[in-house]
Nanobody, 124 residues
Framework: QVQLVESGGGLVQAGGSLRLSCSAS????????MGWFRQAPGKEREFVAG????????YYGDSVSGRFTVSRDNAKNTVYLQMNSLKPEDTALYYC?????????????????WGQGTQVTVSL
């Protein structure tokens, strides 16, 4: 069992930046592929980014590629999402997810464990 806790969300103006963090419980963090999803009101859940257990394989959703960067620190059991050049359409509840499956499968199926989410609001 993995417990995930997101933090770092907030209100930011368009063009600004935020860094989200997701802390995971357990001693086998490096065996989990990690991902970020988001969901805006009235919209479907959207894949944002994924990262393999060792951190060498990175995957991004089309709408965030080039603006967002996913990374992880296995010594701290934490995965990050650096969000730059934020747009109002990035406004959503952002979720962290974990799976012991391959990271590339996250975009299609999501993970096996989910956090409660952290709200990101981008104003004009």
């Amino acid at each position: 069992q993995v417990q995930l806790v997101e933090s770092g969300g907030g209100l930011v103006q368009a063009g600004g930046s935020l860094r989200l963090s997701c802390s995971a419980s357990g001693r086998t963090f490096s065996t989990y592929s990690m991902g970020w999803f988001r969901q805006a009101p009235g919209k479907e859940r959207e894949f944002v980014a994924g990262i393999s257990g060792g951190g060498s394989l990175l995957y991004y959703g089309d709408s965030v590629s080039g603006r967002f960067t996913v990374s992880r620190d296995n010594a701290k059991n934490t995965v990050y999402l650096q969000m730059n050049s934020l747009k109002p359409e990035d406004t959503a509840l952002y979720y962290c997810t974990a799976t012991q499956d391959f990271a590339y499968r996250l975009s299609n199926r999501g993970g096996d464990y989910w956090g409660q989410g952290t709200q990101v609001t981008v104003s004009l």
